[in-house]
């Protein structure tokens, strides 16, 4: 499966952002899907995780009560809806997927993902 990501740019802190991770190629099979992100000189952190049905969603501590995933699988899209954001959460945001399930423990680590989209920028200025 291919993963294009969008809808990163440069905003004040307290605004809003929403990424969209666009799957393609074979999207027949049931995919965990993810959200890390990378800064500068660090190194690429998970950020939050969803089912294949949207019914379990995982953040990391650093976003709870901010961030907000939900899937579309009749578009084959995952989104990232950001809230209040913060300098700190400046990054390359990228998605991932792995077919079948991932519990919370294993969805936080970059090895459990098979595929990988390629990116989108998000500063946030304060």
């Given at each position: 499966?291919?993963?294009?990501?969008?809808?990163?740019?440069?905003?004040?802190?307290?605004?809003?952002?929403?990424?969209?991770?666009?799957?393609?190629g074979?999207?027949?099979?049931?995919?965990?899907?993810?959200?890390?992100?990378?800064?500068?000189?660090?190194?690429?952190?998970?950020?939050?995780?969803?089912?294949?049905?949207?019914?379990?969603?995982?953040?990391?501590?650093?976003?709870?009560?901010?961030?907000?995933?939900?899937?579309?699988?009749?578009?084959?899209?995952?989104?990232?809806?950001?809230?209040?954001?913060?300098?700190?959460?400046?990054?390359?945001?990228?998605?991932?997927?792995?077919?079948?399930?991932?519990?919370?423990?294993?969805?936080?680590?970059?090895?459990?993902?098979?595929?990988?989209?390629?990116?989108?920028?998000?500063?946030v200025?304060?």
């Open positions: 499966v291919q993963l294009q990501a969008s809808g990163g740019g440069l905003v004040q802190a307290g605004d809003s952002l929403r990424l969209s991770c666009a799957a393609s074979r999207t027949g099979s049931n995919y965990y899907m993810g959200w890390f992100r990378q800064a500068p000189g660090k190194e690429r952190e998970f950020v939050s995780g969803i089912t294949w049905s949207g019914g379990i969603t995982y953040y990391a501590d650093s976003v709870k009560g901010r961030f907000t995933i939900s899937r579309d699988n009749a578009k084959y899209t995952v989104y990232l809806q950001m809230n209040s954001l913060k300098p700190g959460d400046t990054a390359v945001y990228y998605c991932a997927a792995v077919e079948g399930g991932l519990s919370y423990a294993s969805s936080r680590f970059v090895s459990s993902y098979n595929y990988w989209g390629q990116g989108t920028q998000v500063t200025s304060s």
